[in-house]
């Protein structure tokens, strides 16, 4: 069995991979334990190249050892998934590019000019709250209705476009 | 019109989200299934190759009867249980007289069958019957080092696409850094003829050597079978290309507020925001504490303020 130590393996680091093509069998060992054998010592040549290569790179210290970055691979294997294709912006991002419009934060606490105070904006004694009059009415006024009915269409239609937005992106 | 079901809650989306593709992919989840007839050796081949993966891997045990993958008819049930389990990689197994102990390792790309090498497993030796120091065993989820040794594998054509297969299924997870104190297994793969190949597992001990690298040490510790490659199907040329698509490399992103200097070396800034005031944490806020109770404690923290102001001023 003839072994060439000069011609080199080909080493990806990257999957700890070591192969070595110019191997070869000219005539099988007799018995399955020197099979073996011989098996393991072109395996531990090759494990040994790789670690050669490995533990060389440059390593930080971490908790439990040194931590080494492994460069890209040279193997490549095939992806299991197609590219993610890039979204196309919705009819608002595309309006809101083209006027200039930008996402504005907003605070988690407003000024009430009545109470001069400053009271959150949603929740508990909220800023704006048209709950928040001394005596309420048993049944609802007319505008009370009104502002309801507004509400519920409001959110349908809302619920409508987010349809058709998650549609066109699919 | 088909109606479109969003996920409503957070969980789900953020379920849909880890199986969406991504740019840089970080190693696949293998399905290991059985066909009509298995015989005791393939039941133990799958088992140990599922404790071999046992975290990235999916075992059924039932048998099916209508997976066929080499014909053209019987793959819609494994493409069906890719996409349900989110596996891209299968290991099916079947025993019959005219394949014995047979082995179907394939590859999936988008849920649709890629590749498929079929090999029959022989002189198979388990987990059990190796002996070895039970300190040196190999941890559940380490990554593992590869060694293929032949040129078998650079001539011959099947063995070449084993090659490729055994690879991705072997390597376990794609990761950039990588801690050296947890490496502590291999997998050898030896072309012994031209269609037949030594697949053995061993665990690493790494010896003291004059330098930082360490002498390696292989011991046999786990399953060792000869594989004998029997049909394999190579993917069509289109799909092929498709497949080996790489995101373009990202030129390297340069890091903000850093900046070199010929004198100083490597200068930093930091910017300090505007104090938002409406975001400021209000203070005495008991936030959980009841009502009542939280109402009692603001009351009690304004009046001993007003009691230390009056005692200041006194």
């Known amino acids: 069995m003839e072994m060439e130590r000069q011609k080199p393996f080909q080493v990806d680091v990257e999957n700890l991979l ?121 049944n609802m006024t007319d505008e009370q209705e009104w502002i309801l009915l507004l509400k519920d269409k409001m959110i349908r239609r809302n619920e409508s476009r987010s349809k058709r937005r998650i549609a066109s992106r699919t | 019109m ?20 991504k740019l840089v992919e970080t190693g696949k989840k293998t399905l290991i299934l059985q066909g009509t007839k298995t015989s005791g050796t393939l039941n133990e081949v799958l088992s140990e190759i599922y404790h071999l993966k046992k975290g990235g891997a999916v075992r059924f045990t039932r048998k099916n009867d209508n997976i066929r993958p080499f014909e053209s008819g019987g793959e819609t049930s494994l493409e069906f249980f890719s996409l349900k389990t989110d596996c891209s990689i299968f290991v099916y197994g079947s025993h019959s007289k005219k394949r014995p102990n047979n082995l179907v390792l394939g590859r999936m790309y988008d849920h649709h069958v890629y590749d498929l090498v079929e090999v029959g497993v022989e002189n198979f030796k388990s987990i059990e019957s190796f002996t070895y120091d039970k300190k040196m065993a190999p941890r559940v989820g380490s990554k593992p080092f590869v060694a293929f040794v032949g040129e078998g594998f650079e001539n011959v054509d099947e063995l070449k696409h084993l090659k490729e297969v055994l690879l991705d299924l ?32 061993c665990a690493l001990r790494l010896k003291k050597s004059g330098s930082v690298v360490p002498r390696m040490e292989l011991v046999e510790v786990g399953p060792s079978m000869d594989l004998v490659v029997r049909r394999h199907r190579l993917p069509n040329e289109g799909l092929r290309k498709e497949a080996m698509k790489t995101a373009k490399d990202q030129p390297k992103k340069k890091i903000k507020n850093v900046s070199s200097d010929a004198i100083e070396g490597t200068i930093g800034k930091i910017y300090i925001p505007d104090q938002k005031v409406g975001d400021v944490a209000l203070p005495n806020k008991a936030k959980g504490v009841k009502r009542e109770r939280r109402e009692a404690k603001k009351k009690e923290a304004n009046e001993r303020a007003s009691k230390k102001q009056k005692e200041e001023s006194e």
């Open chain 1, 18 to 138: 070591a192969f070595n093509p110019f191997h070869n069998f000219f005539s099988l060992p007799t018995s399955r334990d020197e099979l073996v054998k011989e098996c393991l010592d072109e395996g531990t040549k090759l494990v040994q190249a790789v670690a050669d290569t490995l533990f060389n790179l440059p390593s930080t210290e971490d908790v439990d050892g040194p931590l080494v970055k492994l460069p890209p691979p040279t193997n490549k294997t095939s992806r299991e998934k197609h590219l993610p294709k890039p979204k196309p912006p919705t009819k608002w991002e595309e309006f809101a590019k083209k006027k200039g419009i930008k996402k504005r934060k907003k605070d988690k606490v407003v000024w009430d000019e009545q109470t001069s105070t400053w009271k959150r904006r949603f929740g508990y004694d909220r800023v704006n709250d048209d709950k928040d009059v001394p005596i309420i009415e048993a």
């Open chain 2, 170 to 201: 072997l390597r376990g997870e794609v990761v950039e850094n990588i801690n050296l104190a947890g490496l502590d297994r291999a997998y050898v793969c030896t072309a012994i003829s031209s269609n037949k190949v030594y697949l053995t597992h």
């Open chain 2, 2 to 21: 088909m109606k479109i079901k969003t996920p409503r809650s957070g969980r789900v989306r953020r379920a849909l989200e880890k199986r969406a593709p």
